[in-house]
């Protein structure tokens, strides 16, 4: 007697995807691979070199803003190259919104104000001009490329500027309760007052010190949904 006959499966059914759905095929190229081990290695490096080494409080690196993008950015990195090999790192890299958001905000501020006078955010002559431009232009260069070209844009806009509004009012908080506090310097360039990371912040008066940071938050929350409505659209556009 015959046996019931089976219905042959498709033998792809049964083949597990090699990425997650939505993740960019260019991701999976030697060229990424390449690009994200260049990435890590500078950014590893530079922040050895400005961050690790010195001490870990208010006194050292941890007070400018250029730096706590560093460290956002060499996470993003580590985390961007660990999802080569780590299958659940690949599905999304959570630190890219507010690396990018970060990264912008350190360009806008620091060149901008460098353009109106280079003593407004350099109080001590400022960094050789590879690591002005690696640290004010160069990291956010790569992280750009990072979301954009090897990752999907976030769905869920609202989950994505949460923790970005949480780093700008964090960096707030720490400075003006902490930084300003156990530092004597740089100093104001027109007023008396020390303490605070950046010299034109020492220049302004308490009430606008206020008013600038609630602008900030503001503007990088801002600055944030812009980005992120244009990694939706370059998502969009890169579809086949």
Known sequence: MRGPM????PIESHIPATQPESYPEAASSMAALCFRVVALALAAGFWCYYVGRKPFD??????????????LNMLAALWALAGTWIRPLSRANPLLP????????VVILYWGLYLISPSLVNANGGLPWYSEFYMHLGTTLFVYTEAWWLNAAPKRRTIALAPVALLGA???????????????????????VCGYPYPFLNDFGASTRYLF????????VSLSTVILTL???IARTAEP
Do not use: K, M
């Open 6 to 9: 089976h219905t042959a499966q």
């Open 58 to 71: 208010a006194t050292a690196g941890w007070r400018y803003l250029t730096n706590w993008g560093l460290s």
């Open 98 to 105: 507010a690396a990018l958001t970060l990264s912008s905000s």
């Open 170 to 192: 964090g960096y707030i908080l720490w400075v003006e309760l902490v930084v300003s506090v156990v530092n004597d310097s740089p100093c104001g360039l027109h007023q008396p």
């Open 213 to 220: 940071f609630g602008l900030a938050v503001l503007g990088f």
């Open 231 to 233: 990694w939706q659209r």
